[in-house]
């Protein structure tokens, strides 16, 4: 008895469908995944903040990166960073707590030679607008001080004849967003204390 081609084909046909649909839905899963790990690592809830995060490249490894997106704003302000200025930051980041050779550290060298994109500080400044989120006293205390200490950089280059217009600008969106994560603060539930 002759096998019927055409059923053959059609069989082929739908089990390469159906197996299209599962690898479509194992990287949805994945995704998914990374960007819970990703949220539990940066203590940040926002879904969309999350995907723009993951979108310039942050994953488990280079997370510890992302406190210095205002710092790196501030410094590319006016177009390109010294060598002093990088060298500065990476040590500032080393007492941060990123170690030199680790894929945060490393991801900030790149950032202080290639300037990171605009939507980065945008994911940035949205998530400082809902009150700098972190679930952990720790973590918010964390993203507070590495934007004073971005501010105090920006001031420090006003001080020494630095003023552009563009600085000023940048400068006023990270106040802004301070403001307004304080607001938010200030306007949401207090947490339980333990």
């Given at each position: 008895m002759q096998a019927n081609p055409l059923g053959q084909r059609g069989r082929a046909l739908e089990e390469m469908y159906f197996r299209k649909r599962e690898e479509e839905n194992l990287r949805k899963r994945i995704a998914a995944n990374?960007?819970?790990?990703?949220?539990?690592?940066?203590?940040?809830?926002?879904a969309e903040v999350l995907d723009s995060l993951m979108e310039a490249g942050f994953n488990e490894h280079n997370?510890?990166?992302?406190?210095?997106?205002?710092?790196?704003?501030?410094?590319?302000?006016?177009?390109?960073?010294?060598k002093d200025e990088r060298r500065l930051i990476l040590d500032f980041a080393h007492s941060f707590g990123l170690d030199p050779g680790s894929a945060a550290f490393s991801l900030l060298e790149t950032w202080l030679t290639r300037r990171p994109s605009r939507a980065l500080f945008e994911?940035?400044?949205?998530?400082?607008?809902q009150g700098l989120r972190g679930r952990e006293l720790g973590q918010r205390a964390r993203r507070s001080w590495a934007v004073t200490h971005a501010l105090a950089v920006a001031r420090s280059r006003q001080?020494?004849?630095?003023?552009?217009?563009r600085l000023r600008d940048v400068v006023a969106e990270i106040?802004?967003?301070q403001r307004a994560g304080a607001e938010a603060i200030a306007q949401a539930p207090q947490e339980a204390v333990a």
């Open positions: 990374k960007r819970r790990s990703l949220g539990n690592l940066l203590q940040i809830d926002d997370h510890a990166a992302f406190d210095f997106v205002p710092l790196l704003e501030l410094v590319w302000a006016e177009g390109e960073v010294d994911a940035w400044r949205m998530l400082a607008m001080a020494h004849g630095s003023s552009s217009r106040e802004a967003a």
